[in-house]
């Protein structure tokens, strides 16, 4: 029986060795594991005190961001003064190339007059240049006649001196008949004197005519030397009156050719006005698609900064959470819990915190690196919008645009803006912009 006793007791000590092992054995594996969940719970803490720094540098980059947002604003309000008074600029330069129109309207409508009044001056010339030539015409036909009558009147002279001669010969010839012949018959004599006598009367009323002819000739003449002094006169009036015509025409001439240099200068003013009124017409244009530009850009900036505070606010939140479950985590590792499925709970619940922890960290870095984005989207709009201060303050200094340099100056800031928009473009691409949408596609199921 005591043999019985003894081997009983025997086993029942080994058996209670054995299980003291694996006593000894679960403790030092509660050891190690509470070891592991003390690691794990520091880490935890490393990973909250880094997430509470963080949140920090969010809150500060958020704060910044709302500086730069009220900057923006204020570059906003700045650019819309700057667009009324373009716009005022452009009103006045309207007004201004309507009065240049009517003024070449005006210009236009005395330059027709001019041109009527210097065609009816050139109608009238030409006139006086006819009649002149036909004057020229009649006193060359005049001279001719003159000379014509002079030598009719000469022949007459000569034929009137040849019958004054003959008249003397035949006197002679009578007078010797009359001695010679006294003894000769008288009835021939009587005969050859009445023939004498006939021819004598017929010398006589041809000497007679010729010095009648001769009379009227000399009137003519006269009348012919009068006229031709009247048409000298007349011509010589009409010389002085195209004279000064002559030079109220080049007088008219000079004037329609100043107007026309007048009218060439405000044509040239005109277009200057017109291509300048249409530059900055472009240039308004441009700067309220950039203000359009700026505003929804401030506008999503504004619903980014809003889902950052509501983001660090939930992060906030869970970092909260998790510091009251890592307390209560050290609570139940410092009481000693030997239940095995507390132990399991536990576990999964530490899994379950470093999912949490790591997806927060992903979250976080995420964050950081849109927070980055949104800062080179603040510079890059800080800097269109001191380009296109710059800009209208070159426009304001430089009115009106003729210098070439000024237009490369222009051409030049227009190349950088267009680098700085396409350095936007590059930092932020179509699907990670900004947008509304996207933020609630983003953040709406957090």
């Known amino acids: 029986t005591k043999c019985a006793e003894s081997r009983e007791l025997l086993s029942n000590t080994s058996a209670l060795q054995a299980e003291l092992q694996d006593v000894k054995f679960l403790l030092e594996q509660e050891r190690m594991s509470s070891k592991r969940q003390a690691s794990d719970i520091a880490e935890l803490h490393e990973k909250l005190t880094a997430a509470d720094s963080e949140a920090s540098s969010a809150r500060r980059r958020l704060l910044s961001a709302e500086e730069n947002f009220v900057k923006a604003e204020e570059d906003v309000k700045a650019a819309q003064a700057r667009c009324k008074r373009l716009e005022e600029e452009v009103v006045g330069l309207e007004r201004r190339s309507f009065e240049l129109q009517a003024q070449a309207g005006d210009a236009l409508a005395q330059k027709e007059a001019l ?41 007459l002279r000569l034929e009137a001196q040849e019958a004054v001669n003959e008249k003397a010969k035949i006197k002679q010839m009578v007078d010797d008949l009359v001695r010679a012949d006294q003894a000769n018959n008288v009835e021939g004599l009587k005969r050859d004197l009445e023939k004498l006598k006939a021819r004598a009367a017929h010398f006589e009323r041809e000497y007679n005519s010729s010095k009648q002819l001769n009379s ?14 009247e048409r000298s006169d007349e011509k010589s009036d009409v010389s ?83 510091k009251a479950q890592v307390a209560k985590l050290n609570h139940e590792v410092r ?50 919008l001191v380009l296109e201060s710059e800009q209208t303050s070159l426009y304001e200094s430089a009115f009106p645009v003729q210098d070439p340099a000024l237009l490369t100056q222009f051409d030049q800031k227009k190349s950088k803006a267009q680098s700085v928009i396409a350095r936007l473009n590059e930092i932020m691409t179509e699907e990670e912009r900004p947008s509304i949408a996207y933020m609630d596609k983003r953040y709406g199921m957090s």
């Open 335 to 384: 009481d000693n819990v030997d239940d095995t499925a507390k132990i399991d709970r536990y576990d999964q619940h530490v899994r379950e915190l470093q999912r949490k922890m790591r997806s927060q960290d992903e979250e976080l870095d995420r964050s950081q690196a849109f927070a980055a984005k949104s800062q080179a989207v603040n510079d890059c709009l800080n800097t269109l």
């Open 115 to 155: 041109s009527a009044q210097l065609d009816a001056q050139l109608a009238e010339v030409e006139r006086t240049r006819s009649g002149q030539e036909l004057a020229e015409r009649s006193q060359m036909q005049a001279q001719s006649g003159l000379r014509f009558l002079e030598s009719e009147n000469e022949r």
């Open 216 to 229: 009227e000739m000399t009137k003519v003449m006269a009348q012919m030397t009068q006229a031709v002094a």
């Open 240 to 322: 002085n009156q195209n004279r000064l015509l002559s030079k109220q025409v080049e007088a008219r001439t000079q004037e329609v050719r100043s107007v026309k240099l007048e009218r060439d200068d405000l044509q040239k003013q005109l277009d200057s006005l017109q291509s300048t009124g249409n530059y900055y017409q472009e240039r308004y244009r441009e700067a309220q698609e950039e203000l359009r530009n700026l505003r929804h850009d401030h506008s999503v900036a504004t619903a980014t900064s809003s889902k950052l505070r509501y983001r660090v606010e939930s992060l906030q939140t869970e970092s909260e959470d998790l």
